[in-house]
């Protein structure tokens, strides 16, 4: 019999959730027993209820979303590009967080490497063609101290990027991109980006130490 896992992220309401909706996602693609599949959605029902309980989601728009996903429960990956020009970084103004500020990105699209998802969130949101040159970082959300919480695991992909055409253009999905120093940044979507984690991709690219880091 296995050993139970450690108490403290065991007892974490919204870790807890997470593994529920795994169980039932990983159930329902591998069971063919009609009895087990209702269990299954029914436990995916509780797991969104659970989660929207834990972020700002509703449980129809977290169950939506836990329907759409298939095969064996695996992290979401979201990439980001850092992009510097004359000692100053690249970043969106996101209509979605009531204009606050991120680098540019968002998740990595089915048939795409991360590299060419991160080179076409840059494209789609500020209009700039760049080219991905290295990976900084490969981050767990859960491990940054992200706000708000959010109901699925992230894994965080960042790249060091470079302008090589393109002009600056306002979207959809961001009303302005612009170029800040480092070290006076605008109010940050925290919930896509740290102001800790520019600083870090600031000093690799500055230092030219472009071992990524990871967790």
């Known amino acids: 019999m296995a050993p139970f896992k450690d108490t403290p992220r065991t007892m974490n ?29 029914r436990l995916r029902e509780i797991a969104a209820g659970l989660l929207a309980d834990s972020s700002q989601l509703s449980t129809h728009e977290v169950h939506e979303w836990s329907k759409a996903e298939f095969g064996y429960a695996t992290p979401k990956v979201d990439v980001r590009a850092f992009i510097l020009s004359e ?88 009303s302005e991109s612009a170029f800040f120093p480092v070290e006076s940044l605008p109010e940050l979507s925290t919930s896509r980006v740290l102001a800790s984690q520019i600083e870090q991709c600031y000093e690799a690219v500055r230092s030219g130490n472009m071992i990524a880091v990871y967790d």
């Open 13 to 41: 309401p919204l870790v807890l959730a997470r593994e529920l909706e795994a169980i039932a996602q990983t159930g329902l693609h591998f069971t063919s027993d009609p009895h087990d599949r209702e269990r299954y959605e």
């Open 87 to 174: 000692e100053k970084v690249l970043l969106i103004s996101e209509d979605a967080d009531q204009g606050r500020w991120t680098l540019p990105g968002g998740w990595a699209d089915v048939n795409e490497s991360p590299s060419e998802s991160v080179v076409r969130e840059v494209k789609e949101e500020s209009g700039y063609v760049v080219e991905a040159r290295g990976l900084l970082a490969v981050l767990d959300r859960e491990k940054q101290g992200h706000e708000p919480p959010f109901p699925y695991h992230v894994y965080k992909l960042f790249f060091h990027c470079e302008i090589v055409g393109g002009e600056p253009t306002p979207n959809a999905e961001s």
